[in-house]
């Protein structure tokens, strides 16, 4: 982060044949953590020296069995929690240098989240739960339940906006819970196991709705242990011990553990 507290932005090289061309802003990646750690008392490591590097617009699985790390990477992807060693940028901004406030501010701003087991209000009808994403934007109530209507209408569920969690089924939640995490239009989508309480066809449309978002621009993530989920999806990265032991992509090599993707971006971005 620069000293006024703008994100840091990666500047393209400009050619030593052209010095008077304008450097370029290279792309902002929407995750990058360098090193990072998370320790707890008793020396119990949950994360160790994880590099990783999220550009904007990409699909992918933080892939690991229980114990790996990965819901621990969810907590720093997603800031709710800080690492005790390294670096952590999300949109640009040095988490560790943000107050409470201003990391509750990116989160609003920047971030969706959707959980395996829904969180929706019990007693509130589809479309308040969907606008309490907009809680702490200062959006009034009812531009929010306006954008609560159009977010149910892109997980086809508008015709189920006036019903509570108790008369929806399950797929019918997370689809709710779809909707509230994208009713912000956030930059990052986080989903956490978002299959892991359904059945096979009720997951399917949930995976099914997370590759439309991802086509219409937004940055999806899913945390999940199960290997035919990540195995579909463009990029797979997987935990074991707390570290990272593969990167790939589909139709590519492995990039190995911990960090080539960030020595790569580094590297085109120059100093």
Do not use: W
């Not at 990783?52 to 990409?58: F, P, S, Y």
């Not at 959980?115 to 934007?137: K, P, S």
């Not at 991802?214 to 999940?224: K, N, Y």
Request: charged letters at 25%; a neutral charge.
């Amino acid at each position: 982060m620069t000293p006024t507290g703008h994100p840091t932005r990666h500047l393209a090289r400009t050619s030593p044949r052209h010095p008077d061309v304008v450097p370029v802003p290279a792309p902002v990646p929407v995750i990058e953590l360098r090193g990072a750690g998370k320790a707890y008392p008793g020396g119990v490591h949950a994360l160790r020296e994880v590099n990783l590097i999220v550009e904007e617009g990409e699909l992918l699985a933080v892939v690991g069995p229980s114990g790996s790390g990965k819901s621990t990477m969810l907590h720093i992807m997603g800031t709710l929690d800080k690492p005790t060693t390294g670096t952590v940028r999300i949109a640009g901004y040095d988490v560790s240098a943000l107050s409470d406030s201003r990391l509750s501010a990116l989160r609003a701003r920047h971030i969706g989240f959707v959980f395996q087991h829904f969180h929706l209000a019990a007693g509130r009808d589809a479309v308040d739960n969907v606008a309490d994403g907009l809680l702490y934007t200062g959006v009034p109530l009812r531009q929010r339940r306006a954008r609560a209507r159009e977010a149910l209408a892109r997980v086809r569920l508008d015709h189920r906006g006036s019903h509570t969690p108790n008369e929806l089924s399950g797929g019918e939640k997370q689809r709710v819970a779809i909707a509230r995490a994208l009713v912000g239009t956030p930059r990052l989508l986080l989903a956490d196991e978002p299959t892991g309480a359904l059945d096979t066809a009720s997951g399917a449309i949930v995976m099914e709705l997370l590759r439309e978002l991802h086509a219409s621009g937004t940055t999806v993530c899913v945390i999940t242990h199960d290997n035919e989920i990540a195995d579909a999806l463009p990029r797979r990265v997987r935990f074991k011990d707390g570290a990272i032991v593969s990167d790939t992509r589909s139709g590519s090599r492995s990039d190995g553990p911990a960090g080539a993707g960030v020595d790569a971006a580094a590297e085109e971005a120059g100093p």
